[in-house]
């Protein structure tokens, strides 16, 4: 006999069950033909289609019960003296977390059993920190959808390629010319979308992300095409080269050290860990700033913002050209790391791990962006032995913090500006 207290349970269970069916009926339509189904090359050359369905059954197995999980038993949170307790207990956390990591950053070459892969990913993880931090700029403060970002990447990496080899300039010189090539175009991209936000934003800029790589890819006479410019000259230590002859000109020589491959490491990852710090430093500043001030309100409503008398015009290519000078640093390191660079390095993809980066920390926290880039680019090498599963996993994972941190994993911030003294 069912009693009036067990109807709404029943009812809820019924609406959870339909739910997770449907959701289970979603992930089996996409799984059939991303899991399911794969092409082999069998000894004799031919392709053998292989199936997986026990694979298939099993992911969605997983999103069935994940899912009917969410409808039983989560709850949105409701905002009260448990959530005012949280938060102050991270804002806490953070003050020291910070402090923390970037000695961690500090002494990582001199950790002992650090060797030459771990540098390399710290330069990786560093050099997608400070993407992060430059296109916070744009969509974090601004409030401006930016998905071609990775085209003042590319700006800076064949600036800084074209303008070493042609003209023979040192890094320190092309470095910074690399970052005003790439704010020029920063402004360029600008103007054409001065009317435009949401959606409609987002799709020029891609374009625009697009149009580039597509002239890089083309312009063979200029930028080698698809096989891209190699021979990149590699930085100097402010004039010492690191070269293993160990001669009175070199870096080991003037300092009378033993010739090692990793002294040329050492250097570049306290060389983007400086141009990150700079990046961060930077974008500090100016938050506090009236331009800064004036982006936090075009983010809020650009209608109010005008209404104001801000100048928007100004606002919105000052975002722009800021966030696209932090990207051609970046892109002239990534140039003069890899000594080698093609259009492949610059595509859709990358813009998207950026911005995923941005608002997986939380937008406008440079704490909260530096640790998603520590947990997005780290996490492809702890999931790297799962081979094919590997997307597919991180991307589970991903959504998963996304659920359980909807607003990022530093989700709250102090404000730029208090009116007033703060409040307990």
């Known amino acids: 006999m069912t009693t009036p207290a067990m109807a709404p349970a029943a009812g809820r269970l019924r609406l959870a069950m339909f739910d997770a069916l449907k959701a289970t009926g979603i992930a089996f339509g996409l799984f059939v ?8 090359i069998s000894p004799s050359g031919a392709l053998l289609l292989r199936t997986r369905w026990t694979d298939v059954a099993a992911l969605c197995a997983a999103v069935f019960i994940l899912r009917l999980a969410m409808g039983l038993g989560l709850r949105p949170r409701q905002a009260g003296a448990a959530t005012t307790r949280w938060n102050a207990t991270l804002s806490r956390a953070g003050l020291l977390f910070g402090p923390a990591l970037l000695a961690l950053a500090l002494i990582l070459p ?73 704010a020029f175009w920063g402004v360029l991209l600008g103007f054409p979308v001065l009317r435009l936000r949401g959606d409609y934003l987002a799709i020029v800029t891609l374009a625009f992300g ?28 402010f004039g010492l080269p690191f070269s293993m002859s160990g001669g009175p000109g070199s870096f080991a020589g003037f300092f009378g ?57 100004n606002t919105k290519l000052t975002a722009f050209a800021l966030g696209a000078m932090f990207a051609g640093f970046a892109g002239a390191f990534f140039a003069t790391r890899q000594a080698f660079i093609s259009p492949e390095s610059f595509t859709f993809i990358e813009s998207a791990i950026i911005l995923a980066i941005v608002v997986l920390g939380g937008l406008g926290s440079q704490i909260g962006i530096a640790v998603a880039a520590i947990v997005m680019i780290g996490g492809f090498e702890l999931f790297r ?40």
């Open 210 to 237: 697009e149009i580039i790589r597509i002239v890089l890819l083309n312009w063979v006479s200029l930028t080698g095409g698809p096989n891209g410019i190699s021979g990149i000259p590699r930085p100097t230590f």
């Open 257 to 313: 050290l033993e010739p090692n491959p990793s002294h040329r490491v050492i250097f570049l990852y306290y060389l983007i860990l400086a141009l990150a710090l700079l990046t961060n430093w930077v974008a500090m500043r100016i938050r506090r700033q009236p331009i800064g001030r004036a982006w936090e309100a075009l983010r809020e409503d650009e209608v109010a913002c005008r209404a104001l008398g801000i100048n928007i015009t």
């Open 33 to 40: 033909v991303m899991v399911g189904l794969r092409t082999d």
């Open 385 to 424: 032995d799962l081979d094919e599963y590997r997307m597919l996993v991180f991307g589970g994972a991903m959504v998963l913090i996304m659920v359980l941190r909807p607003r990022g994993l530093v989700g709250s911030r102090a404000p730029s500006v208090l009116l007033g003294t703060r409040r307990g």
């Open 110 to 182: 001199f950790i002992p059993g650090i060797g030459r892969y771990e540098l390399d990913l710290g330069i990786l993880v560093l050099t997608y920190v400070m993407l992060g931090w430059g296109l916070n700029i744009v969509v974090g403060l601004a409030g401006l959808l930016d998905l071609g970002y990775v085209a003042f990447y590319a700006v800076g990496a064949y600036s800084y390629a074209l303008l070493a080899q042609y003209f023979g300039l040192s890094f320190w010189i092309c470095l910074p010319l690399a970052g005003i090539l790439a």
